[in-house]
Every structure is written in structure tokens, then in C-alpha cells.
């Protein structure tokens, strides 16, 4: 064997080098050994050890090197575009004077306060060897070179939208950020109410989008009207009923609604038993080596889902909460399913805003707190829908739902995005597939108003109680240009259990985002999920899914699935489940397809006697029939209904079914 003689001279010739000591933050030159032996590794003699001590030299600041202004560099690598979101953003906060009064009051005003302090320019400093919280995955920056904020905090407290960040890159935020949504409707805080002739048209009108069940059928019904609570509208108990300002002198109301996503609160919202003691900060699980660390980290932020600025946005802007409290032993001894509490968000085309600009859109800020209490059961329905009334104006809808399931509580729960009206089909065709002189689809869809629409919900629910049970259903099937719903599941007490399904079905010119987050911190709990997503047209859907389990959640079991299916040869897809696993003893599995409808099982249904279409509706609804059967019975309604969620989503599934053959044919898995 010949050794590379040119690397040893190299090695050899070396006079000089610099080593940077973390711990003291020092610079010091080390002399290089000249033998050879060192240079491939043996090491140092001793009296080379002795060389090396006395060459150490601890460089003085401001005479050895210049102190940088950290500060001066803050902004330093904000691109153009990035400053345009901070500016969106800052839009949507608005001006607020020091004698500004928030609904929510010190809660708001503490999320005010974290959003508007830049964050700390710090260093990483490596920790002694014989510290408990030694680790060695240190990012130090040098003495000399200036401290910068990770990406999205160089103006504010909380990473805002970026267009190349992790958790936005498939999302369409240069649409988002170049729409105006500083608009509001200045009601909003103040109850809606109607005479009979406006009741009767608003129920009318519900019923008909499929966001109204019946008194006897439900516990509870909330109805709000662009953010107006209406009580003619609603189903009000001492235990559902819109939030009044007296409701923030309860502590565990205060404690729940001052929480943001994201780890943003740090202290966990229950106590975790780990064998040792109990783990109480989210920053420290599975520390020293696999904690995720601070939230402003560049570390930390790219494993979030980026709601934290949106939930902050909310607390601060919101006039309206949906208050929920299930007593303890609720519906324990019922047999089967018991009945729902409704929580209904009706929008008109421009939310009751008053707009001072043409183009100009409104925002809106949805809130809802679920405390399931001891050995409860509840089943809780979210809808989303439209009125189709109003000036047609662009809208974002910022929503954030906050869940907190206790000791042996057991929650169901549908979440039913509908709004923005249905997607123009057929957007895949091109000019040789349509006769002469007849319009584009796709520009028919281009000139849709609520192609201008954002959607953006933050769900986050904490098991906080030893054998705590949820049961999660998402649909997205509305028509906005913009969804985006992230999703998080806290599993933080031993036993519970969390069942995650979600369906998304993107037509159009839609771009949609799922994310999910199991994140497992108690031991001997479970998960499943269950994704399903169909994009037709020329959509773009994403779902990222994400389980995580800590070191102290041994003897997790944990299941994960996605399946997409590609409609058209104009739409794309990502899917990325992940698993990230820091115990040792669990069994997890996670999986995910992408493909056409399967072109056996479509030959096998055209061999039965049914048309082509026909056969393509039949395997679409059998696939999403595995998520909307899961739905609350009172939203799915009957077979033959004409309002039930099974109807909507026919009709929605038809209108995304391809009226051409696919271009590719062959290369794609059965589903």
C-alpha cells in the first residue's frame, strides 16, 4: 500500500494553526506538530503538549480584533422581499397606541409586547464537559464575525412568512404577501341582531351550505356572522356561550388563551412523569443532545409549522371567543354517538369590512377554547362557511382553536373548511382540447374572487390528563386560493391516545398546506393518522406530517399514513411524512403513495356495464368515503340529504373529475 506522500508533506509542512476554545471565548494559535505522526492522528507528545501551552495567547477585544455592532448587522440579510412580509404583517397588526384596549386584555398585550421586541443577539457557547447539559451540537459564532437573527425574526419577536423558510416553501406566500388584507369589520365585538325576516333568510342560508343542525340534535349551537356572535342564530348554555371579558378572571381560562404554537410558550401544559421527576419546558425534552432548544433558534424554527405569529396576531386582533367547557362525567354512560356542540363561522364575500381602497381585502380572527373535563365525552363541530352575499373583496381568515382534553375525557372532533365557493373544473384543458372560440377554464378560474382568499387555521390540542382520548377529522374542500391549516397534537400524560384523519381535495388554481404534529412526550401513549389528499386541475396540495417522540415517551406505538392521488397531468403534489424518534422502545411506522386512479380497477368497473366517469366518481368517493365517514352523524346527515357533508363532497369530488384522458398513461401505482 503507497501512502499520498504529497498529503503527508502537507500535514508535515504545516507551521501554525487556530483553534477556537468555546468555553472561555478565547482565540488561541496552536502550534502545529511538524512529525507526520501527529498530523495523521497519533497526536501530540508530551513535550509538544508543553509547546502548545505556551503558545497559548488570549486575544484582547478591540486591540487583537474589532468588536462588530451587532445590532447594525440585524437587518443585514433581509431580501427585499422579505422586508415586503414584515411590512404585510405590520399591515395586519396595525397601529396600536399605548392606551390601546384588547379584548383579551394582559393576554393580548403580553403577545403584543413578545411580537414587537427583536429577539436577543447572542452567541452559542459549548458548555463544560462535566455539565448536565453538555453538548457538543453548538453552532459559535467567532468574536469578530457579527451575531444575526435566525430567518424571519430581523424586525420582529416571532419568525414571520418567508418565502424559502421550511415550513412555507410549497405554500404561496408571494400571493399572500402581495394581497392587502389591513381591512376590518369594525362590529365584530359587538353582538349581531337581526328581526325574524333575517333569521329566517340566515337559517335559510346555512342550511343550504350545511352549517346548521336542528335544536334537538345538538348540545350547543354558536353561530357567528363575520365574526358577530348572533345570538338568534345560536344554542347558548352556562357552558358554551361566546367569551365575556368577566370569563378572563378564571386562572385556567388566563393560563389556556395566553399559550402560543410552535413552543413559543415554553412551560408545558401539564407536568410529564419521565422516571426521574417531571419535565415542565418544552425547550428541554430529550435534552442535552436532541432538544429542540430556543424557538428563536434557526435550529427550532426550522421543525415549526410557522403559526406562532398567526396565533400571536389573533390574541392581539380578535373581539369574539367561542368558550367551551364540558363538565366533568358528561355523557360518560351514553351508549354510541352523543350529541354535538356546533361552533358555525358564516362569511360574506367581504366579511362586513369597510374598506377605504379599491382592492383592498379584510382580515378576520376566529377564536374557540375546549375544556373537556374529567371522565367527559363530547363531540365538537367546527364549520366554516359561505353566505354568498356582499361585495366581492379578497379575505383572510386567521383562525385559532385551542383544545385541552383532561384525565379520561374522551373528544371528538370535525373541523369542515368550506368557504370560498367550489373551484372552476376542468382547468387542466388546453386550447386543442376545446372547440373553437370557447373560453379557457383556467380563465374562467383566474378571474374567481375568492382566488384571492387566504384560510389559515391553528389547531393545537394538549392531552393533559392520564388517559385522555382525541379524535381528530379535517376536511378542506372549500374553494379559497390560499388554505393552509396546521395542526398539533400534544400527547403529555401516560395512556391517551390521539387519531388524527384528515381529507383535502384541490381543484383550480388552489394551493393548499396541511401540516400535522403528533408530538408524543408521555410514555405508553398511541397515534394513528390517516391522510388522504386528491388534486385535480392544475392545484398544488402539500401535506407535511410529523411524529415526534421524546426520550421520555418509551413504549409509544405510532402510526402514519398518506395517500394522494393525482387527477391531471396539470397539478403537483408534495408529500413528506417524517418521523423523528429519540426513545428507544416503540414501534412506529409511517408511509405515504402518490398516484392516478388505478387504471385496473377503472377497467374492471367498465367491464360491469358503467361508463368511464362513472367508474372514476365510484374510486373517488370510495377514497374519501374513509375520512368523511368519521365525521360527526349530525354534520354527514342522511344518505340521500341534499345538505349532508356526504352530498357536498360528491358534488366537489364530480367537479374535480378529469373530462380527458390522462397524457401519461401506465406509470402510475394503484392507489
Known amino acids: 500500500m503507497r501512502f499520498n506522500s504529497l498529503a503527508l508533506m502537507m500535514y508535515a509542512s504545516l507551521s501554525e494553526s487556530w483553534a477556537f476554545i468555546s468555553s472561555n471565548n478565547r482565540l488561541t494559535p496552536t502550534s502545529t506538530m511538524s512529525t507526520s505522526l501527529f498530523a495523521i492522528g497519533v497526536g501530540p507528545t508530551k513535550e509538544e503538549e508543553e509547546e502548545i501551552t505556551k503558545a497559548e495567547k488570549e486575544l484582547i477585544p478591540g486591540v487583537d480584533y474589532e468588536v462588530p455592532d451587532h445590532e447594525a448587522y440585524r437587518l443585514s440579510r ?3 422581499f422579505d422586508e415586503k412580509c414584515d411590512a404585510w404583517f405590520g399591515a395586519l397588526l396595525g397601529e396600536i397606541d399605548d392606551g390601546h384596549s384588547f379584548f383579551l386584555g394582559d393576554i393580548a398585550e403580553k403577545h403584543h409586547k413578545k411580537l414587537m421586541t427583536p429577539v436577543e443577539l447572542k452567541n452559542e457557547f459549548m458548555k463544560p464537559i462535566d455539565d448536565p447539559e453538555y453538548t457538543p451540537f453548538v453552532s459559535t459564532r467567532l468574536p469578530w464575525a457579527p451575531l444575526l437573527p435566525a430567518f424571519g425574526l430581523e424586525q420582529y419577536g416571532i419568525p414571520i412568512p418567508r418565502r424559502n423558510a421550511e415550513t412555507w416553501r410549497h405554500f404561496d406566500v408571494t400571493g399572500m404577501v402581495n394581497q392587502d388584507y389591513s381591512a376590518t369589520n369594525k362590529d365584530v365585538g359587538v353582538e349581531l341582531e337581526l328581526n325574524d325576516e333575517e333569521v329566517a ?6 342550511i343550504a351550505k350545511g352549517g346548521w343542525v336542528e335544536d334537538d340534535k345538538v348540545t350547543a349551537r354558536l353561530v357567528y356572522i363575520n365574526g358577530q356572535f348572533c345570538p338568534q342564530l345560536s344554542l347558548a348554555t352556562d357552558n358554551v356561550r361566546n367569551m365575556a371579558k368577566e370569563d378572563l378572571k378564571n386562572k385556567e381560562v388566563q393560563q389556556y388563551l395566553t399559550r402560543l ?10 407536568p410529564v412523569p419521565d422516571g426521574k421527576g417531571e419535565l415542565t419546558q418544552f425547550s428541554k425534552l430529550s435534552k442535552p443532545n436532541h432538544c429542540v432548544g430556543d424557538p428563536t433558534s434557526q435550529f427550532a424554527i426550522n421543525t415549526q409549522q410557522g403559526t406562532a405569529c398567526f396565533s400571536a396576531l ?20 351514553t351508549e354510541g354517538d352523543v350529541k354535538p356542540i356546533l361552533v358555525v363561522n358564516a362569511l360574506s364575500r367581504d366579511i362586513g369590512a369597510t374598506f377605504e381602497s379599491e382592492g383592498q381585502g379584510a382580515a378576520m380572527h376566529p377564536r374557540a377554547l375546549l375544556i373537556a373535563e374529567e371522565n367527559s365525552r363530547t363531540s365538537f363541530v367546527q364549520s366554516c362557511v359561505d353566505l354568498d352575499d356582499g361585495e366581492d373583496r379578497p379575505t383572510l381568515y386567521n383562525g385559532y382553536t385551542q383544545i385541552f382534553v383532561k384525565e379520561g375525557a374522551k373528544l371528538k372532533h370535525s373541523y369542515l373548511e368550506e368557504s370560498g365557493g367550489m373551484v372552476t373544473g376542468g382547468t387542466e384543458l388546453g386550447k386543442k382540447d376545446l372547440s373553437e372560440g370557447e373560453i379557457l377554464p383556467r380563465e374562467i378560474e383566474s378571474k374567481r374572487p375568492a382566488l384571492k382568499d387566504t384560510h389559515l387555521e391553528a389547531i393545537d390540542v394538549q392531552l393533559v390528563g392520564d388517559e385522555a382520548s382525541y379524535e381528530g377529522v379535517l376536511l378542506s374542500i372549500g374553494g379559497s386560493g390560499r388554505l393552509r391549516i396546521a395542526q398539533n397534537v400534544a400527547i403529555l400524560r401516560p395512556g391517551c391516545h390521539a387519531s388524527v384523519k384528515g381529507l383535502s381535495l384541490t381543484g383550480g388554481a388552489q394551493r393548499t398546506d396541511i401540516k400535522t404534529n403528533l408530538h408524543h412526550v408521555a410514555q405508553g401513549a398511541t397515534s394513528e393518522q390517516l ?10 396540495g402539500a401535506w407535511r406530517g410529523r411524529i415526534r417522540v421524546e426520550q421520555s415517551a418509551q413504549q409509544t406505538e405510532s402510526n402514519q399514513l398518506s395517500r394522494t392521488i393525482l387527477l391531471s397531468d396539470r397539478c403537483r403534489a408534495w408529500a413528506a411524512p417524517t418521523l423523528e424518534i429519540i426513545a428507544d422502545d416503540v414501534q412506529c411506522a409511517h408511509g405515504a403513495t402518490v398516484s392516478d386512479l388505478s387504471e385496473e380497477e377503472l377497467f374492471y368497473l367498465q367491464s360491469r356495464g358503467l361508463d368511464k366517469k362513472t367508474s372514476r366518481n365510484m374510486l373517488m368517493y370510495a377514497f374519501a368515503g374513509d375520512v368523511t365517514v368519521c365525521v360527526d352523524s349530525s354534520m354527514r346527515g342522511e344518505i340521500d340529504s341534499k345538505s349532508g357533508i356526504t352530498k357536498r363532497v360528491i358534488d366537489r369530488l364530480e367537479n374535480l373529475t378529469p373530462s380527458k384522458d390522462r397524457a401519461v398513461k401506465g406509470v402510475f401505482s394503484s392507489v
Open 78 to 80: 433581509r431580501a427585499s
Open 201 to 206: 333568510l340566515y337559517k335559510e342560508k346555512l
Open 261 to 270: 404554537t410552535d413552543g413559543f410558550t415554553d412551560e408545558l401544559a401539564a
Open 314 to 333: 389573533n390574541s392581539i386582533k380578535t373581539k369574539a371567543v367561542a368558550l367551551i367547557r364540558q363538565p366533568a362525567g358528561t355523557d360518560s354512560d
Open 531 to 540: 391522510q388522504k389528499n386528491m388534486i385535480g386541475g392544475r392545484g398544488t
